[in-house]
């Protein structure tokens, strides 16, 4: 498990020395300003909808085209197994990690566009087959990026980020339907 959180840990690092070195404060990692008079339930209840409507085109994909079946798959074989702990772990640290540095420290250096096509690249697959995941990650650097500017802090695209990953790594370590004794 620690080896699987290790690129985390790191990226949270890098993300907090650059955005000091680039004479920022690390408070502006995840607060760009005062949360809204809304409060915090607007950005709880956006990141968990977004995230949740993600999940569920995502499962759609996969019940309906080759391709989606081929990506979890794939993950499926790269992952392992997987305990419930772990899949929290690995759903929390990804979601913190990425978005404190590509919504935290790079969106606001490069902007929206800029930020989802890096994080869009940062997805891009080690085989060809994969390159569905690419554009899903654009789409989703894009959404997550919007949250960001429209809310002014972390909490919609971590807690966004989080539930696509903590529900979609529970759909890929599940036993498939073929599978099951």
Do not use: C
């Amino acid at each position: 498990m620690i080896h699987k959180l290790s690129l985390y840990v790191v990226m949270i690092a890098v993300a907090a020395l650059l955005q000091l070195g680039f004479g920022g404060d690390l408070s502006a990692l995840f607060a760009r300003r005062p949360l809204p008079a809304d409060g915090p339930v607007v950005d709880i209840a956006l990141g968990v909808a977004v995230g949740l409507l993600a999940v569920l085109l995502s499962r759609l994909g996969t019940a309906r085209f080759d391709w989606s079946r081929r990506i979890d798959a794939e993950f499926r074989d790269l992952l392992g197994p997987l305990e419930p702990r772990e899949i929290f772990g690995l759903a929390i640290a990804s979601a913190l990690a990425e978005e404190m540095f590509f919504r935290g420290f790079l969106q606001p250096l490069i902007g929206l566009e800029a930020s989802a096509v890096v994080f869009g690249a940062a997805h891009v697959p080690w085989r060809r087959s994969l390159i569905a995941w690419t554009f899903a990650a654009l789409a989703m650097g894009y959404v997550l990026g919007w949250m960001f500017e429209a809310r002014g802090n972390l909490i919609a695209p971590v807690l966004a980020h989080f539930t696509v990953n903590y529900f979609n790594l529970h759909a890929l370590v599940r036993p498939l339907a073929h599978e099951a004794p």
